[in-house]
């Protein structure tokens, strides 16, 4: 489990009890900080209880004080209308995160590998973990692979995260910025939580925002919303941008089209 203890003495409110957000509870309360926990479902306070969690009905709690609400992923903050604990913490002036920041924040050392896309990003996470694993390094593979990041082992120099990351992930992961991230492809999914495909479009796009030194942003470029990403961070600069198709020559690229 990762490391807390850095948090010692700090509120922090956990909405959502499944695994990421169980883990989460209880690595910040392993760490000495004060945990209010809540679940809306009967199995998830249940959990909590048997974990050891003391309970805080999230609803009518007084939010002061509270470093930041780890929320689950699958609860909604923006659209199509905030979950109330949501609205609440943000009333409340309250950082809104997820179970990835607060692995970021407690391993910074670490080599960040994040991979996102619609489709084929499982099987995309756990080869390239696989291959890492193979050639020696050390190495966590897990997100919204089901593997909650913070039951991973704690990871330094030159040891590698290997994250596949949802655009519900990566709105909540403000500090991540990540040394190699890969962007399969885009096509409409997820809609009415992202207002549209612009947001979903954007959420996704968070996979590349600024923070680790010469960054590599790898993108297939088979649908058009891949391929003018990969021009406008490419125009942007700061970072080496790598197009892979299955359709067509990529000059300059990774391509492997299919023969007919």
Not at 56 to 70: E, K, M, P
Not at 76 to 92: N, Q
């Amino acid at each position: 489990m990762i490391d807390l203890s850095a948090l010692k003495g700090q509120r922090y409110a956990v909405m959502g009890l499944a695994r990421s957000g169980l883990t989460a509870a209880r690595a910040l309360a392993a760490g000495g900080a004060e945990v209010l926990a809540w679940d809306d479902g009967a199995a998830g306070r249940e959990a909590a209880t048997k974990a050891g969690i003391a309970l805080t009905d999230l609803h009518s709690a007084d939010l002061s004080g509270v470093a930041a609400l780890v929320l689950s992923p699958g609860i909604p903050h923006t659209f199509p209308a905030p979950h109330s604990v949501a609205a609440r913490a943000k009333a409340a002036g309250v950082p809104i995160i997820g179970d990835v920041e607060l692995l970021r924040r407690a391993q910074p050392d670490a080599t960040y590998l994040g991979i996102t896309g619609t489709n084929g990003k499982s099987t995309t996470t756990a080869l390239t973990g696989h291959i890492l694993k193979e050639v020696g390094l050390r190495v966590e593979v897990g997100g919204n692979l089901g593997i909650p990041v913070l039951s991973f082992a704690p990871l330094g120099k030159g040891d590698v995260y290997v994250l596949e990351m949802s655009s519900y992930q990566l709105e909540l992961t403000p500090s991540l910025g990540f040394d190699a991230a890969v962007l399969l492809n885009i096509t409409p999914d997820h809609l009415d939580r992202h207002g549209g495909m612009d947001g979903y479009v954007a959420a996704k796009r968070l996979a590349f925002q600024p923070g680790a030194p010469a960054p590599v942003a790898i993108l297939g470029i088979d649908d058009p919303h891949t391929a003018a990403m990969a021009d406008a961070l490419e125009a942007e600069g700061g970072r080496t941008v790598i197009r892979i198709s299955a359709e067509q020559h990529v000059p300059n690229g990774i391509s492997a089209p299919t023969v007919s």
